[in-house]
């Protein structure tokens, strides 16, 4: 049989490993004389930017990573580090949804081997920190961990804090020592990877809506016949729909953990004095990146009709 590994670097419990599960079951059911599809989470094939190294070399065949890591392979991706970029979770959604044209932005990354399969929710980013972040002042002279992406330290340090960029792993023990004063993710991060015991405030500032990628080794999708191939694209679309559905779930569920039992404070913040600090990063981004131009005007079509609730 054909191994087929997928590294991940969320845990067990997160819902795009359920969602492999459900990726891995459909691929077995419908090819398992064939192939046997093994899930690697927690970074245990290295941080994501090494696992898509990995994925372009062959190494391993699947991983998921935020499009902030893409952003090395692929200067498109970089649209979506963009803060504010979508004026709502419905134009989110709806941009995400519209598969053709996300195909074409998928297929951008194949002269470096790789190919995006499909794509998951992984909901808002916000600020949680060892002090409570009500405006954006509140974030001037805080180290912050960020992505290891351009975008979001250019992002991270307009809001006059100094931006951290380090792997994902790494951030609990710097947060305990001091090194940082805080992070940047969605709640989840607080409960699966404990950063509720270090940081206690926990800002609804909502500056980016980033989806998490899976991506694909070329050269083995190319190797697939026509029916193994929808068999692959059939499970990444199944797993999409489960990692959705488990999402809200999750999210409930960690906010009721963090608040209940970790002494996690949730602060609603006006979103808008955060997103007058750094819109005029976009202006400098469409200069400095043309090859985000043509996705963020369709963004912002897709903006407009979700706010005329077409």
Same mark, same amino acid.
């Given at each position: 049989?054909?191994?087929?590994?997928?590294?991940?670097?969320?845990?067990?419990?997160?819902?795009?490993?359920?969602?492999?599960?459900?990726?891995?079951?459909?691929?077995?059911?419908?090819?398992?004389?064939?192939?046997?599809?093994?899930?690697?989470?927690?970074?245990?094939?290295?941080?994501?930017?090494?696992?898509?190294?990995?994925?372009?070399?062959?190494?391993?065949?699947?991983?998921?990573?935020?499009?902030?890591?893409?952003?090395?392979?692929?200067?498109?991706?970089?649209?979506?580090?963009?803060?504010?970029?979508?004026?709502?979770?419905?134009?989110?959604?709806?941009?995400?949804?519209?598969?053709?044209?996300?195909?074409?932005?998928?297929?951008?990354?194949?002269?470096?081997?790789?190919?995006?399969?499909?794509?998951?929710?992984?909901?808002?980013?916000?600020?949680?920190?060892?002090?409570?972040?009500?405006?954006?002042?509140?974030?001037?002279?805080?180290?912050?961990?960020?992505?290891?992406?351009?975008?979001?330290?250019?992002?991270?340090?307009?809001?006059?804090?100094?931006?951290?960029?380090?792997?994902?792993?790494?951030?609990?023990?710097?947060?305990?020592?001091?090194?940082?004063?805080?992070?940047?993710?969605?709640?989840?991060?607080?409960?699966?990877?404990?950063?509720?015991?270090?940081?206690?405030?926990?800002?609804?500032?909502?500056?980016?809506?980033?989806?998490?990628?899976?991506?694909?080794?070329?050269?083995?999708?190319?190797?697939?016949?026509?029916?193994?191939?929808?068999? #692959? +694209?059939?499970?990444?679309?199944?797993?999409? %729909?489960?990692?959705?559905? &488990?999402?809200? =779930?999750? /999210? @409930?569920?960690?906010?009721?953990?963090?608040?209940?039992?970790?002494?996690?404070?949730?602060?609603?913040?006006?979103?808008?004095? #955060? +997103?007058?600090?750094?819109?005029?990063?976009? %202006?400098?981004?469409?200069? &400095?990146?043309? =090859?985000? /131009? @043509?996705?963020?005007?369709?963004?912002?079509?897709?903006?407009?009709?979700?706010?005329?609730?077409?």
């Amino acid at each position: 049989k054909r191994i087929i590994r997928v590294a991940l670097s969320q845990s067990e419990e997160h819902p795009e490993y359920k969602g492999m599960e459900t990726f891995k079951k459909y691929v077995e059911e419908k090819l398992g004389d064939k192939y046997e599809v093994q899930l690697y989470p927690n970074e245990l094939l290295g941080g994501q930017t090494k696992a898509i190294e990995l994925t372009q070399t062959g190494a391993i065949d699947f991983t998921i990573a935020g499009t902030p890591n893409l952003e090395i392979f692929a200067d498109v991706y970089e649209v979506f580090s963009m803060p504010y970029l979508f004026t709502s979770e419905d134009a989110y959604f709806a941009a995400m949804n519209d598969t053709d044209y996300m195909n074409k932005i998928y297929a951008s990354t194949e002269d470096t081997g790789l190919q995006v399969v499909t794509w998951y929710n992984v909901g808002t980013r916000n600020f949680y920190a060892k002090k409570a972040i009500n405006t954006p002042d509140d974030l001037k002279g805080l180290k912050m961990r960020v992505q290891q992406s351009p975008a979001s330290i250019k992002m991270c340090n307009a809001f006059g804090a100094a931006a951290s960029p380090m792997s994902f792993g790494e951030v609990y023990t710097e947060i305990q020592q001091g090194v940082i004063d805080g992070a940047e993710n969605n709640e989840l991060a607080l409960t699966n990877n404990k950063h509720g015991e270090v940081a206690k405030y926990y800002s609804y500032n909502k500056h980016q809506m980033v989806p998490d990628m899976l991506v694909g080794n070329l050269k083995f999708l190319e190797s697939l016949s026509p029916e193994e191939y929808q068999v #692959f +694209k059939d499970a990444a679309a199944l797993s999409t %729909e489960v990692e959705m559905a &488990e999402w809200d =779930k999750c /999210v @409930d569920e960690a906010k009721d953990i963090a608040q209940n039992q970790m002494g996690v404070e949730f602060i609603d913040v006006d979103v808008d004095a #955060f +997103k007058q600090k750094v819109l005029p990063l976009h %202006e400098q981004m469409l200069k &400095e990146n043309p =090859k985000i /131009v @043509d996705v963020y005007n369709h963004i912002q079509e897709i903006n407009e009709k979700a706010k005329e609730g077409k």
